[in-house]
């Protein structure tokens, strides 16, 4: 929509809806009848369970851009999204039966954004470019003991990530259609925190008889921090045709209770599976390129 000339909105709305049928929790225990010796373990999935990606699912999305131009050699463009996942319960059957039990694993996920972007062109020969934007990932889980002896034992982990990320750059022309100067930088910090409680401890002998086991409390922060400078030259060998020379220094440092002291084994046990461990590093990178566009 462009209600003037120096105006411009964008707005949309998106509602989907995900449905599964005949969802098998005992898939993997039948695929896997044939455990090789030492699989220790019911295979069975919890009814209570559904893989992420088959779960039924409703979700809401929204997103707001505008440009504002007031005068041609300057824009300024703010934008926000929102989504929320609520993830059902429905079709959930146990030996036929529906049971009346609460959702197990992630139960809601909400996220939004707000950010701006403004670019100024003061003439043909330079250009500058700046923006910021905030992002927010809330997301509540429900977890239980398996084979449960009393639904005290359950407990909710609600977690949220921020990320907040700077960035700007700069286009100077040296030679009109032939030769230009690039700098761009970026900067993210990111920061996670996830509280647990248990919502049904209150008056619970066997909540009481587990303690401090059976506590569930708020586990510590973690953070991640994220930079890059770059440098570029970029040669217009002809209209399909460009060459780009470029320099650039990363730097990445994270603090992560979960990973920060493992080690790669544990009195001759292999204790790394937690996947991927990024490490803190600084890297400086020389680089070229070769783009052909076509027309």
Do not use: C
Request: glycine residues 6%; hydrophobic residues 35%; proline residues 5%.
């Amino acid at each position: 929509m462009t209600p003037t000339d120096w105006l411009l909105i964008r707005a949309t709305y998106q509602p989907s809806f995900r449905r599964g049928n005949a969802y098998n929790t005992n898939a993997f225990l039948k695929e896997n009848g044939g455990a090789p010796p030492g699989f220790s373990g019911s295979a069975a999935q919890d009814y209570q369970l559904r893989k992420f990606n088959e779960a039924d699912r409703d979700r809401q999305r929204a997103d707001l851009m505008v440009q504002i131009t007031p005068v041609d050699q300057l824009s300024i463009t703010p934008s926000v999204g929102y989504k929320y996942d609520n993830y059902i319960a429905s079709g959930m059957q146990h030996n036929g039966n529906t049971p009346n039990l609460e959702q197990l694993g992630l139960q809601q996920a909400v996220s939004w954004s707000a950010g701006i972007d403004i670019n100024w062109t003061p003439n043909e020969r330079f250009s500058f470019t700046t923006g910021y934007v905030h992002e927010s990932i809330f997301q509540k889980q429900r977890q239980t003991v398996r084979n449960p002896i009393d639904p005290s034992l359950d407990w909710i982990s609600n977690s949220t990530d921020t990320v907040d990320t700077f960035h700007g750059a700069i286009k100077a022309t040296i030679i009109p259609g032939k030769i230009d100067l690039l700098f761009n930088g970026s900067y993210t910090y990111a920061l996670g925190r996830a509280q647990q409680y248990s919502p049904n401890a209150t008056g619970s002998a066997v909540y009481n008889a587990n303690l401090p086991n059976s506590l569930a409390a708020r586990w510590p922060a973690f953070e991640d921090t994220y930079a890059r400078l770059e440098a570029a030259l970029q040669y217009h060998l002809s209209r399909t045709l460009t060459a780009k020379f470029f320099y650039a220094y990363e730097t990445f440092s994270k603090s992560n209770w979960q990973t920060d002291t493992l080690t790669p084994s544990l009195a001759g046990v292999p204790a790394v599976f937690l996947g991927q461990d990024w490490k803190n590093y600084t890297a400086q990178i020389i680089g070229a390129t070769l783009r052909y566009k076509f027309e």
